[in-house]
Each structure stands twice: as structure tokens, then as C-alpha cells.
């Protein structure tokens, strides 16, 4: 039998994983940014003594 050089093998399945995993990455920023934009501006509101108002749609907010 010929010896196989799996190097290669490996090098594509970690490529596959990575790829797998910043699209999933990619996917939760882009479901939960707007939430978590909102949830960062009323912390910093409250930081600097003003008042958070939501916006019409999620990541919208603003402090007044």
C-alpha cells in the first residue's frame, strides 16, 4: 500500500471549520446587532445622565 499524505485532508477540513464558524459569527451579528446596539446605548446614556429613547426599529435608539 501507498503511504497517503493526509496533510492536505486536514488542512480543508480546518479551513471548512473556520469558515462555518465566522458565518455562523456573521449570522448572530446580524440577527442580535440591533439589540445589543440599543443595550450599549442605554448603558452609555445612563453614564452620562441622559435619557435613552427607543427608536421605531431595533438599533435605533438615541440618548436625549
Known amino acids: 500500500m501507498k503511504n497517503i499524505n493526509n496533510k492536505g485532508q486536514a488542512l480543508v477540513e480546518y479551513v471548512l471549520i473556520i469558515v462555518?464558524?465566522?458565518?455562523?459569527?456573521?449570522y448572530l451579528?446580524?440577527?442580535?446587532?440591533g439589540r445589543l446596539r440599543d443595550k450599549i446605548t442605554?448603558?452609555?446614556c445612563s453614564l452620562?445622565?441622559?435619557t435613552y429613547t427607543p427608536g421605531?426599529?431595533?438599533?435605533?435608539?438615541?440618548?436625549?
Not at 20 to 26: D, M, P, T
Not at 56 to 64: D, F, N, V
Open 20 to 26: 462555518l464558524v465566522a458565518g455562523i459569527a456573521v
Open 29 to 33: 451579528t446580524t440577527v442580535f446587532g
Open 42 to 44: 442605554e448603558a452609555s
Open 48 to 50: 452620562v445622565g441622559e
Open 56 to 64: 421605531a426599529k431595533s438599533g435605533e435608539g438615541y440618548c436625549e
